[in-house]
């Protein structure tokens, strides 16, 4: 056996309409249907790589939150948004217009990040690859230490 690919996240949320807004309006995620045939209340997203990369399910208000600190579990997710750091300067005005706070940024040497959250407290990570590094012939350059980013 072998893994191919990472092939989609599922998250629990507490309001899914809200959720929907984030992904789907704020990030720009498409929606590949407005309808729940599953029989309970759930939006699945894909930007075109596979049937879903993103699905929504939502467990209502009484739901546990998430726990702050180290804690075992997802620690982020990260969706790739565009081939340069112009990209991120573009997501950051877009988000603060929306109301989103930028938790953080950071140079990975591979890639270039922004750090928010989303109206669950889910952590995510928006990113570029940095053009011209082949981590490929050079794994090493993925376990760097982080940078500090400079847009």
């Not at 309970?40 to 939150?65: D, K, M």
């Not at 040497?109 to 959250?117: C, D, K, Q, R």
């Amino acid at each position: 056996m072998q893994v191919r690919e990472l092939g989609h996240v599922v998250l629990y949320v507490r309001d899914l309409a809200r959720s929907r807004t984030f992904y789907g309006d704020i990030l720009g995620f498409p929606e590949l249907t407005a309808e729940t045939p599953m029989g309970f209340p759930a939006a699945a997203f894909s930007a075109g790589r596979t049937h879903h990369e993103l699905l929504l399910i939502e467990v209502g208000a009484g739901a546990a939150p998430l726990p702050s600190g180290p804690r075992v579990g997802l620690y982020h997710i990260g969706l790739k948004i565009g081939d340069d750091d112009q990209a991120l300067r573009d997501a950051i005005v877009h988000l603060r217009d929306h109301g989103v706070e930028i938790a953080g940024t950071a140079d990975h040497h591979v890639s270039h990040s922004v750090y928010l959250t989303d109206p669950d407290g889910n952590e995510i990570e928006l990113y570029v690859d940095v053009p011209g590094i082949d981590w490929r012939s050079d794994p090493s350059l993925v376990l760097q230490p982080t940078r500090a980013l400079h847009l």
